[in-house]
């Protein structure tokens, strides 16, 4: 407990600094509606781009950035990830801003890559549970359908801004699995044992590879 108020009071100081988030994005102060028009959006256009993105997978990347990373809270999601591996306080500010864009781009070609696997699948967001005027994190829960096959549980965690309504997501749980929890224990080590600017330089290299099926790679 004393470990992770040790990361959070670092974290907080950290984020009061970094330049917001996902500044383009068109706000949403309906959490649940935000997650309708962010799937509707990426995956009609996924749908509809199908002949290029069989000739391209490149293409996905573009939808991503597009359709995706406007609502995702990349900075915190970073800090997440590094949570007590580095000092917070103690690291300069460009070193965390380098990781913060290398660890979106890389998380970019992940979602790209995922995406190689869809084609038209139906995106069903289930109804909120309860009221959201008190909370600041939520979970939003979809399935993804496919004929044929067992429903694809995935659940979305998103956060409220600091100073708004509107939120943004951090994490993606699918089948039960964290995205961040998974990618906060792989690189966590690594950046203890090599140091943030090393693991920054790893994921850039590691964004930069052509996207492709995850079972190719």
């Known amino acids: 407990m004393k470990l992770y108020a040790t990361f ?7 984020l009061s600094y970094l330049p917001p988030a996902s500044a383009e994005a068109v706000t949403f102060s309906d959490p649940y509606k935000m997650m309708e028009v962010l799937a509707d959006n990426t995956f009609s256009r996924i749908a509809k781009d199908q002949s290029k993105i069989q000739a391209d997978p490149e293409v996905l990347r573009v939808i991503v950035n597009d359709e995706l990373v406007p609502y995702i809270d990349s900075r915190y999601a970073a800090l997440r990830v590094i949570g007590n591996s580095a000092d917070l306080r103690q690291t300069p500010r460009e070193d965390i801003l380098a990781f913060v864009d290398a660890f979106q781009n890389y998380m970019v070609a992940t979602y790209a890559g995922v995406f ?3 084609r038209d699948q139906k995106v069903i967001i289930e ?12 979970t939003v829960k979809t399935r993804v359908i496919d004929p044929g096959k067992p429903d694809i549980k995935i659940d979305f965690k998103l956060r409220r801004g600091k100073d708004s309504d ?6 993606m749980v699918a089948e039960g699995i964290s995205l961040l929890d998974s990618k906060r224990a792989e ?6 044992q090599q140091g943030l600017t090393s693991v920054t330089a790893l994921l850039q290299e590691k964004a930069k590879a052509p996207i492709t099926k995850p079972e190719e790679k």
């Open 8 to 14: 959070l009071a670092g974290a907080l100081a950290v």
């Open 116 to 118: 190689t696997q869809y």
């Open 127 to 138: 109804p909120a549970a309860g009221g959201i005027d008190d909370q600041k994190i939520i």
């Open 166 to 171: 509107n939120w943004l997501v951090f994490d």
């Open 187 to 192: 690189l966590g080590n690594l950046i203890r």
